[in-house]
């Protein structure tokens, strides 16, 4: 059996938490969200872009976890983290798991909405 790529492995993670939705954006990046918020995305199997308040962006790049957004080459705050092997897989989950519980409080999942 084939193992699953980057991508899918994080989409299989980060889809199974309460509220996240996934899916293409408008520039070719596959977005996921909490409600109307990304947390994160994915170019391919290669790069996780998102972003974090300053203090956070600053402990994580001195862990060297992140860097910066390409875009945003010298603005902390947008982010970049390329994928390269398993390990990186499982840090971008956490990364993206930081922005989740940073946001979902603010915007609430889809079932406490309904609830």
Same mark, same amino acid.
């Given at each position: 059996?084939?193992?699953?790529?980057?991508?899918?492995?994080?989409?299989?993670?980060?889809?199974?938490?309460?509220?996240?939705?996934?899916?293409?954006?408008?520039?070719?990046?596959?977005?996921?969200?909490?409600?109307?918020?990304?947390?994160?995305?994915?170019?391919?199997?290669?790069?996780?872009?998102?972003?974090?308040?300053?203090?956070?962006? !600053?402990?994580?790049?001195?862990?060297?976890?992140?860097?910066?957004?390409?875009?945003?080459?010298?603005?902390? !705050?947008?982010?970049?983290?390329?994928?390269?092997?398993?390990?990186?897989?499982?840090?971008?989950?956490?990364?993206?798991?930081?922005?989740?519980?940073?946001?979902?409080?603010?915007? !609430?999942?889809?079932?406490?909405?309904?609830?």
């Amino acid at each position: 059996m084939e193992q699953p790529t980057a991508s899918q492995q994080i989409t299989d993670e980060v889809t199974s938490w309460p509220g996240v939705t996934a899916g293409p954006g408008e520039r070719g990046e596959f977005a996921f969200k909490v409600g109307r918020r990304e947390i994160g995305h994915l170019h391919g199997d290669h790069v996780l872009h998102t972003g974090f308040p300053k203090a956070v962006w !600053g402990e994580l790049y001195d862990q060297g976890r992140i860097d910066y957004h390409p875009v945003f080459p010298d603005r902390p !705050g947008p982010a970049s983290r390329r994928i390269e092997n398993e390990a990186d897989v499982r840090d971008v989950i956490e990364l993206l798991r930081l922005n989740y519980d940073r946001v979902s409080p603010i915007t !609430g999942s889809p079932e406490e909405a309904t609830a």
